[in-house]
């Protein structure tokens, strides 16, 4: 079963959540809502502003964990590699 590495973002530059799935769309969903109480919850944090695919969850956990140790200016030029402008991907991956 494969899954999702995800980073949410309350505005451009601003906060940032990372998160591993194997639903991008319910669990970006629950984020959206504020279905699970914790940080993304307390601070707002919905957009979608990155996400990328493996095929084993495994190796999206491993990467998960990587991408948590970087340092913040790090996170930010590998969003804005795929999302210059830090649009919210949402309806992307509903479509």
């Known amino acids: 079963m494969g899954g999702y590495v995800y980073i949410l973002a309350d505005f451009q530059r601003g906060r940032t ?5 194997n639903n991008l769309v319910r669990r ?3 984020h959206r809502e504020g279905a699970v109480a914790g940080y993304t919850k307390r601070n707002k944090i919905k957009r ?3 996400f990328e695919e493996h095929a084993e ?5 491993q990467r998960e964990t990587s991408l948590k140790r ?3 200016q790090w996170k930010q030029a590998l969003i804005e590699e795929e ?6 991907l949402w309806d992307e991956i509903v479509k």
């Open 17 to 21: 959540y990372i998160g591993v799935t």
């Open 28 to 30: 970006v969903y629950e």
């Open 48 to 50: 979608l502003v990155y």
């Open 57 to 61: 969850i495994e190796v999206a956990i």
């Open 70 to 72: 970087w340092y913040r």
């Open 83 to 88: 999302n210059p402008d830090w649009r919210d």
